[in-house]
Nanobody
Framework: QVQLVESGGGLVQPGNSLRLSCAAS????????MAWFRQAPGKDREFVAA????????YYADSVKDRFTISRDNAKNTVYLQMSSLKPEDTAVYYC???????????????????WGQGTQVTVSS
């Protein structure tokens, strides 16, 4: 059974940085894509970033490109989301997600992911 546990959320001032972690267990994730999504109050869950575990290829939403970086640590089975230059509009619950990825395409829709963490709150406010 795949388990994803997020951590690292909190309250941060605009312009500052925060790093989220997603500890993954229950599988060998070499054939998986791992992703971060976020959901603000009253809005749909939206794609933030994804990484192919084995190749390390990354994908980003336009709204976070050049500010956020997704990475993974094979030894720790952990995926990270380094967030910089945070804005109030980045405020949301951030979710880690995973799916098997047999094709070399970008999986950006939330309904394409089978496994989800419980989410971690990120609030950007002065």
């Amino acid at each position: 059974q795949v388990q994803l546990v997020e951590s690292g959320g909190g309250l941060v001032q605009p312009g500052n940085s925060l790093r989220l972690s997603c500890a993954a267990s229950g599988r060998t994730f070499s054939s998986y894509v791992m992703a971060w999504f976020r959901q603000a109050p009253g809005k749909d869950r939206e794609f933030v970033a994804a990484i192919r575990w084995s190749a390390g290829i990354t994908y980003y939403a336009d709204s976070v490109k050049d500010r956020f970086t997704i990475s993974r640590d094979n030894a720790k089975n952990t995926v990270y989301l380094q967030m910089s230059s945070l804005k109030p509009e980045d405020t949301a619950v951030y979710y880690c997600a995973a799916r098997i990825a047999p094709y070399q395409i970008v999986y950006r829709a939330s309904n394409e992911y089978a496994y989800w963490g419980q989410g971690t709150q990120v609030t950007v406010s002065s």
